[in-house]
């Protein structure tokens, strides 16, 4: 089998050519990965001397990069790549607007022209809204994105679905909570926060930090996703999901005890703009129907992911220098 990875150097995509080469080392992985500030090459070593794997450095949203490899034939796209960071969707939605769905229409036309067999579109939780106290997200939830970020993830999941039901390309698209775990750039929460208390500076949380999430282990979002491409039914949205709920301070305050660092490095700071109160999943189909569980509750997923980070100390300082980003 032939697949096509988008945004393949970045966190999740990353971790599921790690996965992929593991669990199914006959098939051939394409990467696609414009290598912007969150794409990093680093986190394919041990990879990219495969003979079955190799990196292209191409914008999703250009055609004429895009073609050539759909003309070489490939069985399935899972589509990873995307603009991701809510902060910076704030500060430029534009930029979230071409790629997410620029660049997912472009993937889907050529997906059609070429007659894929499968295409993935690999979405979020967050197109979904917020939830009260009470209550999960499933596939049948309205899509209500409130930041920048989610409705272009939400109008690029509307295209996927308009292209199955208009030409009949074959797709799913699989919504997940929080992702965790290795090979994440330090922008995001837990990455973040492990860096500070490692350097003893402060750790700013937003607002009052009770916004819960619902963690899923990034190894766990990889065999959700290879179960979906193999077994998918055509067409269906699929969520997944931790069943880990924890506010930002309990995940904050986990790290600091992993690493003995004093809770008085807690910095509150101004909430974000439209920040999200809740999220959780409820990943009964995909369980139901895929057989799918998570291998990794939070309290194993957390300390495996600060393990990593601690053992990997050169990868973090390479983002910190910018030496990640002098690609050969």
């Given at each position: 089998m032939k697949l096509l990875v988008t945004g393949g150097?970045?966190?999740?995509?990353?971790?599921?050519?790690?996965?992929?080469?593991?669990?199914h080392p006959s098939y051939e992985l394409i990467n696609v990965d414009l290598?912007?500030?969150?794409?990093?090459?680093?986190?394919?070593?041990?990879?990219?001397?495969?003979?079955?794997?190799?990196?292209?450095?191409?914008?999703?949203?250009?055609?004429?990069?895009?073609?050539?490899?759909?003309?070489?034939?490939?069985?399935?796209?899972?589509?990873?790549?995307?603009?991701?960071?809510?902060?910076r969707s704030i500060k430029d939605p534009g930029i979230f607007v071409r790629t997410n769905i620029s660049g997912t229409q472009t993937l889907l036309d050529l997906a059609r022209k070429y007659k894929v067999q499968k295409f993935l579109q690999i979405s979020t939780d967050e197109v979904y809204g917020t939830l009260g106290v009470e209550g999960l997200f499933s596939e049948n939830s309205p899509l209500a994105p409130n930041s920048p970020y989610s409705a272009s993830k939400a109008g690029a999941d509307l295209l996927v679905r308009a292209y199955h039901e208009t030409f009949r390309l074959p797709i799913n698209i699989t919504r997940c909570s929080n992702n965790y775990?290795?090979?994440?750039?330090?922008?995001?929460?837990?990455?973040?926060?492990?860096?500070?208390?490692?350097?003893?500076?402060?750790?700013?949380?937003?607002?009052?930090?009770?916004?819960?999430?619902?963690?899923?282990?990034?190894?766990?979002?990889?065999?959700?996703?290879?179960?979906?491409?193999?077994?998918?039914?055509?067409?269906?949205?699929?969520?997944?999901?931790?069943?880990n709920e924890r506010t930002n301070l309990h995940v904050v305050r986990t790290i600091l005890s992993e690493l003995g660092r004093p809770e008085a490095l807690i910095t509150y700071v101004e909430d974000r703009l439209g920040h999200d109160?809740?999220?959780?999943?409820?990943?009964g189909k995909i369980r139901d129907e895929l057989g799918w569980n998570p291998k990794f509750d939070y309290e194993s997923g957390i300390r495996k992911t600060i393990q990593w980070y601690l053992d990997n100390s050169t990868w973090m300082e390479r983002i910190a220098t910018g030496a990640y980003r002098q690609h050969e």
């Open positions: 150097a970045g966190f999740i995509g990353s971790n599921f050519i790690h996965f992929m080469r593991r669990e290598l912007t500030y969150a794409g990093n090459l680093d986190n394919l070593i041990g990879v990219q001397d495969s003979t079955r794997y190799r990196f292209v450095a191409a914008d999703i949203a250009e055609q004429s990069a895009m073609e050539p490899l759909f003309r070489e034939g490939v069985d399935a796209v899972i589509n990873f790549a995307a603009e991701s960071h809510v902060d775990g290795p090979y994440q750039f330090p922008e995001k929460l837990i990455p973040l926060m492990i860096n500070h208390a490692l350097a003893n500076k402060p750790l700013p949380v937003y607002g009052d930090g009770l916004n819960v999430r619902d963690w899923l282990y990034v190894e766990d979002h990889c065999s959700a996703i290879d179960l979906v491409l193999h077994h998918g039914r055509d067409g269906e949205v699929y969520n997944v999901g931790g069943n109160r809740r999220y959780a999943i409820d990943a």
